[in-house]
């Protein structure tokens, strides 16, 4: 018996991991002038109050308001400056931002007021804005209410580029869903599957399940009743569809996705596989397929999809070609195409729909043109 203990442990190299940090400390302060008048009245130009002291970036700052203005250039206007409080520290780089607030608290959307990074050194006059605001403006608008309104203060300091560490997990992230992924190698290896259908000469091996859990009709088709009706053993033939279109069917069963398509073959085989999802009862596929066809919608292909949709129950995509044609240049050039005539021996109810839109339309051109 082998000792215990005896197995070698592997040890790999741990991992680790470090950010680079860079970013900034945004400190927040806001000011209310409570009696804005009496204050006016008080201070003449240059001389000003300062609020309270309060704490940004672990230092302590305040804000200098000058109700006339800081020099007789400026005596129409409010002055604010932020200072450095005096105590123990030595120089902080930072930018003040200042702003005024209407009645909700929102601040104005007035040109910027924010300095450019500065040295505040503690004690000094600070950075700020000799024309904040003019009086006649803050006097004049619905900002003073009751004599009061608020200015907010934002502190913008730096902060030092360091790293650090950070902490590396010792699971590994998980990948996103994949469940599409390995049912597309199903259906290209055709391993366990038990049912083959022929189409137009070519046969696709397939799982009887899944085709059953994505389309109730499939599931009626292999399971239910209808089984013994349409299939000889595990041999189920299908009429009047094309292989390719088949082939991108069980594509969107296994993946729930379309297959890869140039941008030419794509609005063809929308047409072809909304026929198929109407037949299979697939809603999603139907969908998408509706989208695509909406996406190519042109003078080329309107009177078609206008027919398809019509013969699927399709409303938003029927609405989106009436719209289309509603336009009498549109409706000229598509009565020129093929697909015209396909759309006015299938529905020729659509037909007058449209032609009385038109007779309107151009009704109104006339009256429009008299006055
Ligand atoms: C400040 O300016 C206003 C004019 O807008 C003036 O009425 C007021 O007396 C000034 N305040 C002082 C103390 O000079």
């Not at 469940?179 to 259908?197: C, I, M, P, R, Y």
């Not at 609005?267 to 969908?287: G, N």
């Not at 719209?323 to 659509?350: N, R």
């Amino acid at each position: 018996m082998p000792a215990l203990g005896s197995a070698a442990l592997v040890v790999d190299e741990p991992r680790s991991a470090s950010a680079i940090v860079g970013g900034e400390f945004i400190g927040h302060h806001l000011l209310h002038i409570d009696g804005y008048s009496r204050i006016k009245n008080e201070l003449p130009t240059g001389k000003s109050i300062q609020s309270r002291t309060f704490i940004a970036g672990g230092r302590r700052w305040c804000i200098h308001y000058y109700p006339n203005g800081t020099r007789s250039e400026d005596a129409d206007f409010i002055s604010v400056f932020l200072s450095l409080d005096e105590s123990a520290g030595g120089p902080v780089k930072a930018r003040a931002k200042f702003e005024l607030l209407d009645r909700a608290g929102n601040p104005l959307q007035l040109e910027s007021h924010a300095t450019d990074l500065r040295v505040f050194s503690p004690g000094g006059s600070g950075y700020g804005f000799n024309d904040f605001i003019k009086r006649e403006f803050l006097e004049k608008s619905e900002h003073l209410l009751n004599d009061c309104f608020r200015i907010s203060c934002d502190v913008i300091i730096p902060k030092e580029l360091h790293t650090e560490d950070r902490i590396v997990s010792l699971l590994d992230v998980v990948p996103p869903p994949d469940l599409n992924q390995h049912l597309a190698d199903l259906l290209k290896s055709k391993e366990g599957a038990d049912v083959t259908f022929q189409v137009a000469g070519e046969s696709f091996s397939v799982h009887r399940f899944l085709l059953a859990a994505r389309s109730r009709v499939f599931k009626a088709e292999l399971w239910g009743a209808m089984k013994e009706s349409t299939a000889t053993g595990d041999c189920i033939r299908i009429d009047d569809m094309l292989p390719q279109v088949f082939k991108a069917l069980l594509h969107f069963i296994y993946t729930d996705s379309l297959p890869q398509m140039e941008e030419q073959e794509e609005a063809a085989m929308a047409q072809h596989l909304l026929e198929a999802a109407d037949r299979y009862d697939m809603q999603r596929l139907k969908l998408i397929c509706e989208e695509k066809l909406y996406r190519h919608l042109d003078v080329g292909t309107a009177a078609t999809t206008l027919v398809l949709a019509e013969q699927h129950s399709c409303r938003g995509l029927k609405q989106a070609c009436i719209e289309f044609l509603k336009s009498p240049d549109a409706l000229e050039a598509v009565m020129e195409t093929d697909g015209f005539e396909h759309l006015t021996k299938s529905c020729p109810v659509l037909v007058k729909e449209l032609m009385s839109e038109l007779y309107l339309f151009k009704q109104c051109k006339r009256r429009k043109l008299k006055t």
